[in-house]
């Protein structure tokens, strides 16, 4: 891991993020990369520039106030960009080689104004690299259970690899888990399915659960609950078709609503 992206708008979150992503980089020695989108305000059909000149020199201001809170944090570039928020994220994790995203958010309060709407779905949907959301003050020492809702597909090599190397960098314990939609006398055989993928895979240091629930989204956060985990890591299809942008995903509705650490990955993602 080389770099980390913070979308950065100076908010609580924001900072939140900040220190979650210092504490990955700590261990890794990984640079962070924080960017602040300024959205082009448009006069006559033309960008006013000097609205845009007066958003880059506030978030320079405010980058060295926030900076004061980060004392210890030495490989840290800030980067102010022009333009619409997804594409420019995007073009940063393209053009910066970025390896992990990490984003501050309120949690099931709503996400943070930086990302309203559905600007924060899109980046999770569509980031070819896996992204962090941090909801509260959070540290990677406290993370020791992670839910894995398993899919039981057996050709997604890379996702399981970057499962394995989120257990290698928290010490954590997996808990793969198996929503079914279907009827309770289903659930033996479906718990068979996920002990031989488990195999299949060479996973370790993991425990088995099957739930039965009506919504595969709230069957995940119910179980997150129960167990008391700390983060929540999904996949997801990293589709950047714009005519499937609205097409249900679960992992993003699991990012939206649940109140703890999530992590997603794109099952394409070569990163």
Not at 73 to 101: A, D, F, Y
Not at 246 to 257: L, R, T
């Amino acid at each position: 891991m080389n770099r980390i992206l913070v979308p950065c708008n100076f908010s609580a979150c924001c900072e939140n993020a900040i220190r979650f992503a210092a504490e990955i980089a700590g261990r890794s020695g990984a640079e962070i990369i924080l960017l602040t989108v300024v959205s082009e305000v448009e006069k006559t059909g033309l960008p006013d520039e000097k609205a845009a000149a007066d958003a880059s020199a506030e978030a320079t201001e405010k980058f060295g106030q926030m900076m004061k809170n980060f004392p210890d944090l030495k490989r840290v570039r800030h980067q102010i960009r022009r333009g619409k928020r997804l594409p420019t994220i995007l073009s940063c994790i393209t053009r910066e080689k970025i390896n992990l995203v990490v984003m501050g958010t309120k949690g099931s309060r709503g996400w943070d104004q930086f990302f309203m709407g559905s600007n924060i779905e899109k980046v999770v949907r569509t980031s070819p690299v896996p992204v962090f959301a941090v909801k509260n003050p959070v540290s990677p020492h406290a993370i020791r259970n992670i839910v894995f809702p398993c899919n039981l597909k057996n050709n997604q090599l890379r996702l399981v690899s970057k499962i394995k190397d989120l257990q290698k960098l928290f010490n954590a314990r997996l808990h793969i888990l198996r929503v079914n939609l279907g009827k309770e006398d289903e659930n033996a055989a479906i718990y068979d399915q996920l002990a031989a993928y488990a195999l299949h895979h060479q996973l370790t240091n993991y425990t088995l659960h099957v739930r039965s629930h009506e919504n595969e989204k709230d069957g995940i956060i119910q179980f997150s609950r129960e167990i008391n985990a700390d983060m929540i890591a999904m996949a997801t299809h990293g589709n950047r078709d714009l005519n499937k942008m609205y097409v249900e995903s679960i992992s993003a509705d699991v990012v939206n609503h649940s109140s703890i650490l999530t992590w997603t990955c794109s099952t394409g993602s070569k990163a």
